[in-house]
């Protein structure tokens, strides 16, 4: 489990209950909201003021787009799975107290970025666009083995007209036994530049600076789950990407995108 708290930082938190077929988990949101996500496996939903969402799940993160549930500030809730499996559980500090909602995969929306070597999918689970979370937002990305994803690279963590500041986590999931891949984060001013060694199962936090590329190694394709949340009044996502490579955005106008993409659908 990890909380703002344990993070270090104020606002983005992220656990990942691994549940046994059968088995009743119950979680308590204080003062944060939050989405439950299938990793894998379905799950039923119950909260604590009575609603009950059925999540159909999937097999893993690389077989299908997942339904998933929206849990409002102060729930307390129950995760039950007959199957067994994964669910992650995105939270936020939340300054208001909204309704809590299913979403169906279909309802989620699937853009493809980049172009050649670059193009990966992203899949707005609780986009910035989706009405409801407070302060919450969350996607998830799948990169093609051998294809780079977040680059060029961006930051969010100055207000501006252009920019809004985010905490975000990368939680990382590698196809293929021994798979890994590559990660970057960095400032211009080069007091943080880090490129890691990624493999499944990781986590990565992104207090400030730029980040990206994140880098599938060939033969292993890579997904990430992004959670993010910041102090602003403004739910928004916008970003700066880093001016020495901006000029790519130009270059990909037009391209093709990897055939391979998207990798899942609903």
Known sequence: MLTATGAGWSYSGLHVARIGPGEKRSFDLAACEGAVVPLSGSAVIETGDGKTFKLAGRADVFAAISDLCYLSRETSFSITSQ???????????????????YRAASEVEVQIRGAGPATRQINQLLGADTAGPDNLIVVEVLTPEANWSSYPPHKHDELSDD???LEEIYYFRIRGKGGFGLHRTYTADCEID???????GDVFLIPRGFHGPCVAAPGYDMYYLNVMAGPGDERAWRICTDPDHAWLWDAWEGASPDPRVPMTRA
Do not use: C, M, Y
Not at 83 to 101: M, N, Q
Not at 194 to 200: F, Q
């Open 83 to 101: 199957s067994g499996g994964e669910f992650a559980l995105a939270t936020a500090v939340a300054k208001e107290r909204t309704d809590s909602f």
């Open 163 to 165: 920019e809004v500041p």
């Open 194 to 200: 880090a490129t890691v060694t990624v493999e499944d």
